[in-house]
């Protein structure tokens, strides 16, 4: 089974740090970098606001809690978001794209 897993970082560099690395570790097939992205959230008691970067990265099950921790390591907050979607169909030619990336 494979994923998408979501995070934001504080900006766009932070953000393609983070991309660059784990895709090179092969944590990742692939990540898409969405900068600009206005984020609303609860936090320490307070409604904040900001500009954030957004990633969607691709992973396999079999390398996601290596993502999860690796994201973690090389993330700025204290606590960065880290949610895994399950991808229920794709292409066959990019499903197997994805394997032979992360091998």
């Known amino acids: 089974m494979f994923y998408?897993?979501?995070?934001?970082a504080r900006d766009r560099d932070e953000a393609e740090?983070?991309?660059r690395r784990v895709v090179e570790e092969k944590l990742a097939a692939c990540v898409n970098v969405v900068p600009n992205v206005?984020?609303?959230y609860l936090w320490k008691g307070k409604v904040e606001?900001?500009?954030?970067?957004?990633?969607l990265m691709k992973t396999s099950e079999e390398k996601l809690e290596n993502l999860f921790k690796r994201v973690a390591e090389l993330h700025s907050y204290e606590v960065p978001e880290l949610l895994a979607l399950p991808i229920e169909r794709g292409s066959a030619s990019y499903m197997r794209w994805m394997e032979e990336s992360l091998r």
């Open 4 to 8: 998408v897993v979501l995070t934001t």
């Open 38 to 40: 206005a984020s609303t």
């Open 17 to 19: 740090g983070i991309a």
């Open 49 to 55: 606001r900001g500009e954030e970067a957004l990633l």
